[in-house]
C-alpha cells in the first residue's frame, strides 16, 4: 500500500501497552483495519526487536500491512520490512535511501516547513508531521506543546509526498489532522492501551475519514 | 589488516575521554601505533554517531587500520567501514554476515565457550572474549568479576577464529591475556583516559608483544 492510502499507523512499544505484548497489539490492530505499522519499541536491545521484527513481518504480510522500522535500516533489511523511518536524529534520509535502494519506503519525522522540504528533497516518501498535540509516550518530540493542525497544513502546502500526523492524536482529535491535509494519523498509546486495540484503531480510522469529508462524515470537532 | 595481526584495539566512548573529542582520542592512538578502531560511542545518537564515522574513516584509512562498528551494520555500511562487531544482544552473527557480504570483518563479543564455538559457526571472523578482568566502562558486560586469561585459553582452544580480550585490561596486565592466545587486547579506558594516549597505545602493545613472547621481551605479571 503506498503511504499515500494509509489512514491510521501504529507506533509498537510494548513497554507502553499495559502489560500486552507488541504481537498481541499488532494483531489486534489489524483486526480492526491497520495500515501501517512501525517497528519502534525505545530502549530494548537490537535482538529483541529483530526477533519481534521476524514476527510482526509474518503477521503483517498476511494481512497485506505495511511494516516500517524506525531509525535501523539493518534492521528492516533483515526482516524484509517495506521500509524504514528516520527521526532528525537518525540516518540522513538520503543515506537510508542509498542503503535501501529505490523501492522501499523511507518516511522522516519533521516538524518544520524548513526540515519536510528537505525530506522530501533527500528522497523521503512520507512525513511524519508532529507533535501534533503534544505527548508523553515519544520522549524525543520536538515542541511538547505541539505544533498543531495548522503546521501539517502548511507542510502540506510545501511538499508533495503524504503526510501522517503524529503525538497526542486521538479518535477524539483526528479529524482536524487530516482536514489540514494529512493523509492518516500515527499513534502509540491511542492503540497499545486501549482496552480494545482492534476497536480503537477502527475508530481512529472514522475519525480520519471524517477529517477528509467533514460533509459527509461525523462532524469534526473544530 | 586481518584481525588475527591486531595488537590493540580501541573502543571509543567519548564521554570516558577526560573532555578530548573521540577524534583527538583515534588521532593520538594512531600515532601510537593503534590497528583497529571501534565506534561504539553508547547512549548517543545515529547521526552523531554516523557523522563521527565518517570522521573516523578518513583517520583510520589514511592510517591503514581497521574501523569496526558496534552493533549498527547500517551505520558500518553507510560510513565503509571495514566492518561490524555484534554482542549477544544485537543481531545475529549470520545476519550481519549476510547484510555485510563476504568481504567485511564481523566480530562478536562472547564470554563462554559455547557461546564462541557458535559465533565461529555463524561466520564470525574474530570474537572479542570477556569480560577478562572486570570494568565499569562497558554496561553489559555479562560476568562482572571477569573471566580472566584462563577463559581465553579455553575458548583458543576450541576455536580457530582469533581472539580479542576485552574489559579492565591494561598494559599491567595484558601481557597473560595475550599469553593464554588472544591475538590482542581491546580497551575503552586504558586509552581514553591516558594524559598520553599515544604512549598509552604503544605500551599496550608491547604488553601483547611481551605476552606473546615471554622469554624474549619484558617479565609478564604471572
Known sequence: MAPSNWRTYLVTQESLSSGRSTVEIVREAIDGGIDAVQLREKDTDTRWRYELGLELRELTAAAGVDLIVNDRVDVATAIDADGVHVGQSDLPVA????????????????????????????????????????????????EKDG????????????????????????????????????????????????????RATARLAAAVESGKSPESGEPTNE
Open 95 to 142: 543515506i537510508a535511501r542509498d542503503l535501501l535502494g529505490p523501492d522501499a519506503i523511507v518516511g522522516c519525522s519533521t516538524s518544520t516547513v524548513e526540515q519536510a522540504e528537505r525530506a522530501e528533497a533527500d528522497g523521503a516518501d512520507y512525513l511524519g508531521v508532529g507533535t501534533i498535540y503534544g505527548t508523553t509516550s515519544k520522549d524525543d518530540a520536538v
Open 147 to 198: 505544533v498543531g493542525p495548522k503546521r501539517v497544513a502548511e507542510i502540506a502546502d510545501a511538499v508533495s509526498i503524504p503526510i501522517v500526523g503524529i503525538g497526542g492524536v486521538t479518535a477524539d482529535n483526528a479529524g482536524p489532522v487530516a482536514e489540514a491535509g494529512a493523509a492518516g494519523v500515527a499513534v502509540i498509546s491511542e492503540i497499545t492501551t486501549a482496552t480494545d486495540p482492534s
